[in-house]
Each structure stands twice: as structure tokens, then as C-alpha cells.
């Protein structure tokens, strides 16, 4: 048991490493594709940022970091966003840093200190994570939409084709779910058989009583929390994109080179990427930087790698630093109030 133990660790441990090196090489491969760096001219392009512009950089990141939190407070009764944004932020540090499941290990474990029942706080924290996929499969269709207003790409309607079906099969699925605990039941039952064709210890009728009595957490706060959540995480990705758009402008790429809408457009087009460890490194980056070249030209090419390695420093080194900070102050929370206790009658 030991033995079979250690594997599993050891494979949890090795996959993620193996996915960074793949997102990686990828990355390098289409920069290759692309072009020769400069790096020189990085290096230059990078001597033209101020600290005033990291700080501002910065900001927009923190207030990413508070909108990619607050689906947590909408689908757990007491949480409140202070304390949903602590526990994202250790979430995201411990993903980084370690296998799965550690990061649902320190948000368990935030919840049980703060008195939330755990099982309402996994089903919470679901419902973050299918909402954020929703979002995350939609971005290459508002992409393809904002470039539609300049031209047609067929490579660019295929990415956001599939995304947009996976985003609807996951709305579907929310919506089946929420019909009923009938429903719920099916919809459990039937992810288990599909399941176990490639896994045989997957028993069909627990997944389908684990799925009833998620719903049972979330089914009062499917119709209003729902959108509620996806709008909030649609303005993070705003957030996001308008960091990416500030690194560009800071490094001396002029709006006549490349206009904003291109730079939004090629963050929303690549954004399914950050499903790769360490949030699409490497991948994602030069997946951008080649959509952007495409259009202002081979010669900004070592400006763009600029600007994106400052988006990543930023987007990257904030959510760290704020999760470390997280993991020391979360004990210095109180418990979370109860969202079922009476409140005292007014005096007078």
C-alpha cells in the first residue's frame, strides 16, 4: 500500500513538471517560427519601464486577483470576499508550488478554521471551477469577435468554435443539474460510466449521489450566483488583458503599430492555454507574441517578448507574494459569521 502510495505521489509530482516542459519547448518552438529574438533589443525595451508603471501593473493585478475571488463568496453563505480572496490566494500559491491536491487541502483546511462546513465549502469552490472554465472556454470567442471587426481568420474561428461548444456543454450541464436532484442524479451517474471505461474503480452510483448533494449546497444560489459569478470572472479576464495592454504601451509599442483591440484580442484567443502548468508559460506567451507580430510586423517582435515577460512578472510574482501573505494571515481571521443565525431584534 506503501509502494502504490509513493507511485501515485511521485506521478502527481512528475506530470505537472512534464506538461511545463512541454508548455515550454512549445513556446520556444513558435517564437523560432516566429523569428530570432533580439535580445538586446528586449533587454532595451525593457530599460524603458518605470516604477510607476510596475506599481500601476501591479494594482491591476491585485484587483484581478479580488474578481477571480469573488465567485467563492457568492456560492459560500458567510465566506465574504476578504476571506475568499485569502483563500484563493493560498490556493494558487499551492498549486504552483506543489501536486494536486494541495491546493484543495489549504482550502479545506482555511474553511474548517473558519467554521465553514467543508462539504458547503467544496461545493463552492466547484462552482468557482466551473464557472472560471466557462469563462476560460468563451475567451476565444470574444477574441475572434473583437478581430472580426478588422478581418477574418479561419484558424482563430476553429479555436473559438470548440471553446464556445465546451463553454455551452458546461452551461448545460449546470443547468441540467440545477433542474432537479433527479437530474443531478443522472448527470452524476452518467460522468461515472463515462469515467469508468478508463478508471474501473469509479462507482457510477456514488458519483451520482456526490453530484445530488452538490446540488443541494448550490441549488438556491444557481440562478442569481451563477451569472453573478461568470460576470465577475469575465472582469477579471478584463483586468488581465488590460495588463497585458499597459506591459505594450510601456515598452514603446504605439497604438499605430498595434492597436489596443489586436492586443486584447490575442490575450482572449490564447487565454484556453493557461490550462498548462504555471498558468500556460511559455505557451501562451509566444501563442500572443506571434498574433501580435502577425499584424505590426517582424521588427516589434523583441519589444512584444518584452512586454510579455513584464505581464508575466506581474501576473505571475503578485499572486505568489499575495499567497504567501495569505498563508501567514489566515489564522488571524476569525471565524466566519454563520449565515443561518437570527439577528438580534433593533433596540427601541
Known amino acids: 500500500m506503501a509502494t502504490m502510495n509513493g507511485s501515485a505521489g511521485l506521478r502527481r509530482l512528475v506530470r505537472p513538471v512534464v506538461l511545463l516542459a512541454l508548455s515550454l519547448a512549445a513556446g520556444w518552438i513558435i517564437i523560432g517560427l516566429v523569428g530570432a529574438v533580439d535580445w538586446q533589443a528586449v533587454g532595451d525595451a525593457l530599460g524603458q519601464l518605470h516604477l510607476w508603471q510596475l506599481v500601476l501593473l501591479v494594482a491591476v493585478v491585485v484587483l484581478r486577483q479580488a474578481l477571480n475571488a469573488w465567485p467563492l463568496a457568492i456560492f459560500i453563505d458567510g465566506l465574504g470576499l476578504p476571506r475568499a480572496v485569502v483563500n484563493d490566494q493560498a490556493s494558487i500559491l499551492m498549486c504552483t508550488l506543489a501536486p494536486p491536491p494541495a491546493d484543495l487541502a489549504i482550502r479545506m483546511t482555511m474553511f474548517a478554521g473558519w467554521g465553514i462546513d467543508v462539504s458547503r465549502g467544496l461545493a463552492g469552490v466547484v462552482m468557482n ?60 451517474r452518467s460522468a461515472g460510466r463515462v469515467v469508468r471505461v478508463v478508471r474501473r474503480s469509479v462507482d457510477p452510483d456514488v458519483w451520482a449521489q456526490s453530484v445530488a448533494t452538490f446540488r443541494g449546497h448550490i441549488a438556491d444560489k444557481l440562478r442569481r450566483g451563477f451569472p453573478r459569478s461568470l460576470l465577475a470572472l469575465l472582469a477579471m479576464m478584463v483586468c488581465d488583458a488590460t495588463a497585458l495592454l499597459l506591459a505594450v504601451r510601456f515598452v514603446g509599442v504605439s497604438s499605430d503599430a498595434l492597436p489596443s483591440i489586436e492586443i486584447v484580442a490575442a490575450y482572449f484567443l490564447t487565454y484556453p492555454l493557461t490550462m498548462l502548468p504555471v498558468f500556460g508559460i511559455g505557451a501562451l506567451d509566444a501563442a500572443a507574441v506571434a498574433i501580435m507580430v502577425a499584424y505590426a510586423g517582424i521588427s516589434y517582435e523583441a519589444p512584444l517578448v518584452a512586454a510579455m515577460i513584464v505581464w508575466r512578472a506581474v501576473t505571475i510574482g503578485t499572486p505568489l507574494t499575495l499567497g504567501a501573505f495569505a498563508v501567514l494571515l489566515w489564522r488571524r481571521m476569525g471565524p466566519a459569521p454563520d449565515p443561518v443565525a437570527p439577528t438580534a431584534p433593533a433596540s427601541g
Do not use: E, K, M
Not at 482563430?156 to 463553454?167: D, E, I, Y
Open 129 to 188: 471551477t466551473v464557472s472560471f472554465y466557462v469563462v476560460r472556454w468563451s475567451a476565444p470567442v470574444i477574441g475572434f469577435v473583437l478581430v472580426l471587426t478588422d478581418r477574418f481568420d479561419s484558424s482563430f474561428a476553429t479555436g473559438a468554435l470548440a471553446g464556445g461548444l465546451a463553454a455551452l456543454a458546461l452551461v448545460v450541464a449546470i443547468w441540467v443539474i440545477a433542474s432537479g436532484a433527479s437530474a443531478a442524479r443522472w448527470v452524476g
